[in-house]
């Protein structure tokens, strides 16, 4: 298997801990070991106290595989595998996919979404995010043709990195009833489900309507926890999960035990994280509005209807690359450019879940008044 390089984090990888400001970012503000431990109920703290730092299961600890399974309605703890949420993408791909095959994946997306798929030797056909009057749209027509004999699977993600973008409820059961139809996999990457900033649009868990559905999510993005390295997926799908865990004995094996009981307290202070990153998210997308209202003869702002993240277009007179690294150099502020997803039009991804976001644009209105 030969991977490309994995652009954005190598991009993260080089300037994320180097520069101070960082414009992109996808995670909502991290908490404090601190904060944490003030939110755990009363067992969550006994777990921690009495915490021996041996080798845990490999499917998980029992009470946090229980917490999870309690986001999937008609899904048992048998149904979820604990996983690292990388590590986990890769496990699923693994062993679901052979060459050949054809994979239909939401595009830009985060890029072993479709790599992995890629590096097996499968066919990917990217179905892509197209840009009009109301915003970010998905032609669902494009779905239905280009889905043939050879497709294993579908890969989505919403709320979506880097659009934030979310369908209607009907729109998610089209593509579930195309994919039963046809027997065909559905692989849905949930890290920003709970972030919907109107929650009757909150859509259903993949795993939980479709049993051919696989649900990746995890403690990264909605619960500000991505120190914890802490993931899962969800399935139905018994003979699945067996496998996942058949592969995972060649790739970690087991989880940290810290981070396994810190995430039991974070699901089980579900409420006040989400309430509490939510209303971040909410401050920075009126300070996001503000800036590109005062700079719209620069930027089109598109705005998200979900999760922590956006994708507006830069309209300068230069492409969207040499406007990122003047403002890295010029003002010390990272801005990922969408060519790191490569995806044309001159986007670039806002990060709307850290509370220094207006700090960050106040830096950026600056250079550009320079």
Known sequence: MLLNQFKLERYFAEYEFKVKYLLSPSDCESLSLSELLQMADADSLKLWEELRLGYTESQGHPDLRAQVARLYPR????????????????????????????????????????????????????????????????????????????????????????????????????????????????????????????PDRRLSPVCSIYERGISLSGLSKTFALPGLRLGWLATQDQALLDRWLAFKDYTTICHSAPSEVLGLMALRAKEAIIHRNLGIVQENLKAAERFFAEHQDLFTWIRPTAGSVAFPQWAGSTPVESFCQSVLDQAGVMVVPGSIFDFPGNHFRVGLGRKNLPVVLERVSDYLGK
């Open 75 to 198: 899904l048992s703890p048998d149904g979820v595998m604990i996983a690292v949420p990388e590590e986990a993408i890769f496990i699923a791909m693994y062993t679901l996919l052979n060459p050949g095959d054809q994979v239909i994946a939401v595009f830009p997306a985060y890029q072993s979404l479709y790599e992995i798929a890629r590096a097996i030797g499968c066919e990917v056909t990217p179905w892509r995010f197209e840009l009009g009057a109301h915003g970010w749209w998905l032609d669902f027509d494009y779905l239905t043709s280009n889905i043939t004999d050879r497709t294993r699977l579908i890969v989505l993600n919403f709320p979506h990195n880097p659009t934030g973008y979310l369908p209607t409820h009907s729109e998610l059961e089209r593509i579930i009833e195309l994919a039963r139809k046809r027997g065909i996999y559905i692989f849905s990457d949930e890290m920003y489900r709970l972030l919907e900033y109107e």
